[in-house]
């Protein structure tokens, strides 16, 4: 009887872990690499997207998220079609984003735990 009781908890105290490590993998952005998380940068101020800035800004005061957004909004970021952006690592954590032809957003991204992060908008 004790044993089944052991069991019983046992196998709660497993779902219950599991379903942590499954909702806590969920919803973070894929920011593996400079490239990856220049990506997500980019998805963010393109659509205008406050809550995925907030994770993949690490910028501090430099470049709060809600001037990000105010920056996305007057210089119509809305506009720019993801598929067409094309991102040339330049190593030490420069990342150049190709809009249009003429048209180049220079991002610096900084590695912390093995994920990048956004912390400086160079020329746009």
């Not at 599991?18 to 969920?26: I, P």
């Not at 032809?101 to 590695?111: A, G, P, R, V, Y």
Request: net charge negative; proline share 2%; aromatic share 10%.
């Amino acid at each position: 009887m004790v044993g089944r009781v052991i069991r019983k908890d046992f196998v709660i105290f497993s779902l219950v872990l599991l379903m942590v490590f499954m909702v806590s993998g969920c919803g973070s952005p894929n920011n593996d690499t400079p490239v990856e998380g220049a990506k997500v940068f980019m998805k963010a101020m393109v659509n205008k997207d406050a809550k995925l800035m907030d994770q993949i800004n690490h910028s501090g005061m430099l470049w709060p998220t809600q001037y990000l957004m105010e920056i996305s909004n007057d210089k119509d970021w809305g506009e720019i079609n993801l598929k067409d952006c094309q991102y040339e690592d330049k190593g030490k954590g420069t990342v150049e984003v190709t809009v249009a032809e003429d048209s180049i957003i220079t991002l610096k991204m900084i590695e912390e735990n093995g994920k990048w992060y956004f912390v400086k908008l160079g020329k746009w």
